[in-house]
């Protein structure tokens, strides 16, 4: 009997055990058979986005199995699993995934500072970034990147993705051209995907995650996102051969880059806690603001906005890498909408009677011409060829020119893919021409003089009503139509000629 007791309480301890198990592996994961630590499915950021962002450090056999303790039966039912809460907005999920080092100096406090007195312009930033911030803080999770880095266009463009720079940098992460290229953003007359939400976020976490490579530390990568890797690693091997630290604060750098963490610091730290620093922040849910939206047709982008039922300016937010009033889908396939706004897209479009959808087409420049000239070649007035195509004043549309004209009514075909993809504009400065006179030489032709002038013969004969083949008698006037600086150049030089003073010879 005693030995059937034994038996019993042995088997007892032995199920409780198991159900002890269960509950810490439910709370915080699995543990798979190799020894690495399983995120549960119900486990949300910030461990889920911490622990993608750090090195995950195996286990051993026997720390995985922690001695337990059995509970008394009456404690059974007071013991409960506490799921953690998923965050209740966007703004405290990225608080849980700040994963990077904090910096802690007088130019966080001055950027602090500078925000804290300015309640209005963090307000309207942060409004902005409604539209974007899910799926960039989706992408920093997915990749384990720290989440704080969904703040940087706070610091790059205050979430603007028409924001152009001086030296010529776009969009909300600030690419320049050459970067935008070495990362595969596409840049063309009809489209620049420096500032496409998804393909610029895509390049910036891509960037972002070389440097982190290359540099081990992610305030100098952020240094050489803003500065350069070239220009980083310079400066940290310059501190080396001195036998100095080479960590972000040590580093000789411009004032631009020495304000640029301390710049995000001082935003983590306002998200973080934004009544200490008199800010108020927007509700922005936690879940997706837009979805993508196949097209298969070019349309133009008032009636996409139209279809949708979207207000122009927004539509115009969530797809602002397209910088035409026609949406040429071989080369942008899909487009962003409101969340709620893509299935009534998509009906509307279904059920669109309303005749062509595009009423823009591409024009290929036949030879280099005035814009006046191409102008009259495809109907439009000058004004508004210059105006969709962006012609500045004083020059000349080249051969091969990609041109936004309209479409006629009984075009049924779209741009192709060749085009969409890689039309460009090229443009020269126009060459003023002016009436010249010179006399010709002995044994000039009009084949001499053209060679002496740099024009063609044609040019010249067409010019005096002679043949290409003709000679010119010497002193005879020769009429030429020259660029106005060279003409300036040459009648110059023959009233110097002629104002020269005569040399007497001493006696």
């Known amino acids: 009997m005693n030995l059937l007791k034994v038996s019993c309480l042995a088997s007892l301890l032995w199920l ?4 002890t198990t269960a509950v810490n592996n439910d709370q915080g994961g699995a543990t798979a058979p190799d020894g690495l630590r399983l995120q549960s499915s119900r486990e949300i950021a910030p461990t889920a986005s911490a622990a993608a962002a750090r090195p995950i450090v195996e286990q051993s056999a026997t720390d995985a199995r922690t001695p337990l303790t059995p509970i008394a039966s009456q404690q059974t039912s007071s013991r409960t699993v506490v799921a953690m809460a998923p965050p209740a907005d966007l703004w405290e999920r990225i608080r849980r995934g700040y994963a990077m080092p904090d910096l802690d100096s007088d130019l966080v406090r001055d950027r602090e500072q500078w925000y804290t007195t300015r309640p209005d312009y963090i307000f309207r930033m942060t409004e902005r970034s409604k539209k974007y911030l899910f799926h960039i803080v989706e992408e920093l999770e997915l990749r384990g990147m720290p989440t704080e880095l969904a703040l940087l266009p706070f610091i790059e463009s205050a979430f603007n993705p028409q924001a152009v720079s001086g030296a010529k940098a776009a969009g909300m992460w600030q690419f320049m051209p050459a970067t935008g290229k070495y990362f595969e953003l596409k840049q063309n007359a009809f489209r620049d995907d420096r500032r496409d939400v998804l393909a610029s976020t895509r390049a910036a976490l891509d960037y972002l995650q070389k440097l982190y490579g290359m540099f081990g530390d992610w305030h100098l990568a952020l240094a050489a996102y803003n500065w350069g890797e070239g220009s980083v690693g310079r400066a940290i091997a310059k501190n080396k051969r001195a036998g100095l630290d080479a960590g972000y604060t040590d580093l000789n750098m411009p004032m631009e880059t020495r304000f640029y963490v301390p710049k995000l610091q001082a935003v983590k730290n306002i998200v973080a806690a934004p009544d200490a620093f008199n800010s108020k922040l927007p509700l922005i849910e936690n879940h997706p603001y837009f979805q993508t939206v196949t097209i298969r047709r070019d349309i133009d982008v008032t009636l996409a906005a139209k279809l949708a039922e979207v207000q122009l300016d927004d539509f115009k937010a969530l797809n602002p890498s397209i910088n035409k009033p026609v949406i040429m889908a071989a080369g942008t396939p899909q487009i962003l909408l409101p969340w709620d706004n893509a299935a009534i897209f998509q009906s509307n479009l279904e059920g669109y009677s309303g005749g062509r959808l595009a009423s823009w087409t591409v024009w290929i420049a036949p030879a280099t011409m005035r814009p006046a000239d191409a102008a009259k070649r495809v109907g439009m007035s000058e004004a508004e060829l210059r105006s969709v195509n962006n012609i500045p004043p004083r020059v000349v549309i080249r051969a091969g ?29 126009e060459v003023v021409l002016k009436r010249t006179v010179v006399k010709a030489g002995k044994s000039d032709s009009v084949a001499s003089v053209a060679r002496k002038y740099k024009t063609t013969a044609a040019n010249v004969a067409q010019w005096n009503k002679v043949g290409t083949a003709a000679n010119f008698k ?11 600086k060279a003409a300036g150049a040459k009648s110059a030089m023959a009233k110097g000629k002629r104002a020269a003073p005569t040399r007497v010879a001493k006696r």
């Open 16 to 19: 409780t055990g198991c159900a």
């Open 401 to 429: 020119s990609n041109l936004l004209v309209p479409r006629s009514a009984h075009m049924e075909h779209d741009v192709t893919e060749k085009v969409a993809d890689n039309g460009q504009i090229s443009l020269a400065p």
């Open 474 to 484: 010497p002193g005879q006037q020769v009429v030429l139509f020259l660029p106005a």
